[in-house]
């Protein structure tokens, strides 16, 4: 079955085409990692790649092989971004299930003549795609990445750079193997990655010990001053305003992490980071066990993800979407 499809793959592999592959906005390791990985592998195979990220990334991801060639959109770029994805052959779509992940680029996507292919992990994907290598079972895409390389029969294209990208989202979407999605198979891959030359302590280091001393700062500020526990509703958050951001020079991925520490308190089992960006109020929500934090983000927040971790947003005040918050987890057992 998985063969049968791979071979449609490899059909539309044929010969050298434009490739486009493409992320959701803020790309975290795993969404940054499978596009490099597959990106570098495809370049090995002799194809024209081009990876698209709809907004900036942290600057913890910069040691990714490929990543100074990464094309992030702004107004600036945006014919020249659109002529790619609509002149693409393929297009892959990575770590994300609805157009909207990927804001202006979606667009470009929706109506561009050529296939697309969606590689990923969260909840109920938008139907889109010519061919998707979709499961909600999977930890991470570098995951599913994976096995479609070694499925294409091309394993040998795996270069050190490409097990490095590769491990490094799945170590960061378990939560350093530490989530309920850790399977055999997870450290299947990862003993495998480590065989074609995965570095685990060079991606570690790099992505948590690069902390700025502003970082820490927020962090500590966040969780001295602005962590809120509701014990009766087994919940806890943290709201950042503008201001607070800025007070710390906040910098993108600088707030990545921090709701799990809310999660961490003893008898919590639902926590919100909330955070005013310019456009919106920016939501992450984690959960544990059976509550489901992809249903209240899709229900109430124009959002979704995985069952215990996802994300959405608000066009109220900051003030007003925390109430929102409150009133939902008071009102809906999810
Ligand atoms: P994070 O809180 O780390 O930004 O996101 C947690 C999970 O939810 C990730 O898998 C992420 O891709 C997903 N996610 C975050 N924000 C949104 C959103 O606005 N919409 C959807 N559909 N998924 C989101
Ligand atoms: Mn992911």
Not at 92 to 115: H, Q, W
Not at 161 to 172: D, E, F, Q, S, W
């Amino acid at each position: 079955m998985v063969l049968n499809e791979t071979k449609i793959l490899e059909n539309w592999l044929e010969g050298r085409k434009k490739v486009v592959i493409t992320t959701h906005q803020k790309p975290d390791a795993d969404a940054l990692g499978s596009s490099l990985a597959l990106a570098n592998y495809l370049i090995k195979y002799g194809h024209d790649v081009l990876v698209i990220s709809p907004t900036d990334y942290p600057s913890f991801l910069d040691w990714m092989p490929g990543s100074e060639n990464v094309v992030i959109y702004s107004d600036t770029l945006k014919d020249q971004i659109k002529q790619s994805v609509i002149t693409a052959d393929l297009i892959f779509c990575l770590d994300f299930s609805s157009l909207n992940r990927i804001k202006e680029v979606g667009e470009f996507v929706k109506i561009a003549p050529g296939k697309k292919i969606l590689i990923d992990h969260h909840m109920e994907p938008e139907q889109f795609a010519d061919f998707s290598r979709w499961s909600t079972k999977a930890a991470a895409t570098c995951e599913l990445v994976f096995e479609l390389m070694a499925d294409m029969g091309r394993s040998e294209f795996i270069d050190q750079g490409i097990a490095n990208c590769l491990y490094a989202g799945i170590m960061t979407d378990t939560g350093n193997f530490k989530h309920p999605n850790v399977t055999k198979n997870v450290f299947r891959i990862c003993s495998e990655l480590v065989e074609y030359g995965a570095d685990t302590g060079y991606v570690a280091r790099n992505i948590y010990d690069t902390n700025t001393v502003n970082r820490l700062h927020l962090l500590g500020y966040s969780l001295k001053e602005k962590l809120i526990v509701h014990p009766e509703l087994e919940m806890a958050y943290i709201a950042l305003t503008k201001k607070e951001l800025n007070q710390f020079h906040y910098q993108t991925g600088d707030t990545e992490g921090i709701v799990n520490y809310a999660l961490s308190i003893q008898g919590i089992r639902v926590a919100a980071l909330f955070t005013d960006r310019n456009e919106m109020i920016k939501i992450s929500f984690r959960s544990s066990g059976n509550y489901s934090v992809n249903q209240l983000a899709r229900d109430h927040f124009n959002g979704g993800g995985h069952k215990n971790a996802s994300g959405g947003q608000s066009n109220l005040t900051l003030e007003e979407t925390v109430e929102k918050f409150i009133k939902v987890i008071t009102e809906t057992k999810y």
